[in-house]
């Protein structure tokens, strides 16, 4: 692949779920494409993943030894196969085809009692939808249709919300008066502070963007 776009993941992870199933979770760096500057770091491809039941589990940023198996595999792959690199990606694909069968069928693993990762592996009973099932709430949730702009009208004014949310629904839970909490299918988004007019980020952060029609 050219990039790290979620345009460009997106039809390898569809065709990866059509031939294995859906995992229950996917778990990542805060690089993209599966995170971003939105709300909860939601990207267009996790939104997606949500859409399609997977649970999101982001890394903290900065840890990569939170993900250290999976680091010490990218380490062994560089240092067999890049070093030097191919001349191009498809030279460089023949260089990670055989490694990668080597690495699942062949090479033993500590972590695995010396066993190989075939030997254990067994694709999920979770198939790939034709369509994607529609986001569910629980009854006493408030839900609201995000617009092209990203906001939800809430009362009689409008509050920003994602981009990445746009045409989508999210649901609303009061959890204190005037505080709700903010979910996009299974995650969560944030706190709408309802007398500021304005969602705390999950992760912290205060967003207070320009007050927008819907």
């Not at 776009?5 to 859906?22: D, I, M, T, W, Y």
């Not at 198996?69 to 001349?87: G, W």
């Not at 066993?115 to 979770?126: E, G, I, N």
């Not at 959890?175 to 706190?191: A, E, Q």
Request: glycine share 6%; with cysteine.
């Amino acid at each position: 692949m050219s990039s790290t776009s979620g345009a460009e993941a997106k039809p390898v992870f569809r065709r990866l779920f059509q031939e294995f199933g859906l995992p229950e979770r996917i778990r990542t760096d805060n690089g993209g494409p599966f995170a971003s500057v939105s709300l909860a770091r939601l990207s267009t491809l996790s939104a997606w993943f949500i859409r399609l039941g997977i649970q999101r589990e982001l890394i903290e940023p900065g840890k990569p030894y939170q993900n250290g198996c999976h680091e010490r595999m990218h380490r062994t792959l560089k240092a067999e196969t890049t070093r030097p690199p191919a001349a191009n990606r498809t030279m460089q694909q023949r260089r990670f085809n055989p490694w990668r069968y080597e690495f699942n069928h062949v090479r033993p693993h500590e972590a695995l009692a010396m066993d190989t990762p075939a030997a254990h592996y067994q694709p999920s009973p979770r198939p790939y939808p034709e369509r994607l099932p529609p986001l569910e709430y629980p009854g006493h949730f408030e839900t609201r249709r995000v617009s092209d702009n990203g906001c939800i009208r809430w009362r009689s004014d409008s509050v920003h919300v994602s981009l990445v949310c746009a045409r989508e629904y999210v649901g609303l839970e009061e959890v204190d008066t005037g505080i709700w909490n903010v979910h996009f299918g299974s995650l969560k988004l944030g706190r709408l502070i309802e007398k500021e007019l304005r969602i705390e980020d999950a992760y912290g952060l205060w967003r207070r963007p320009p007050k927008q029609n819907v």
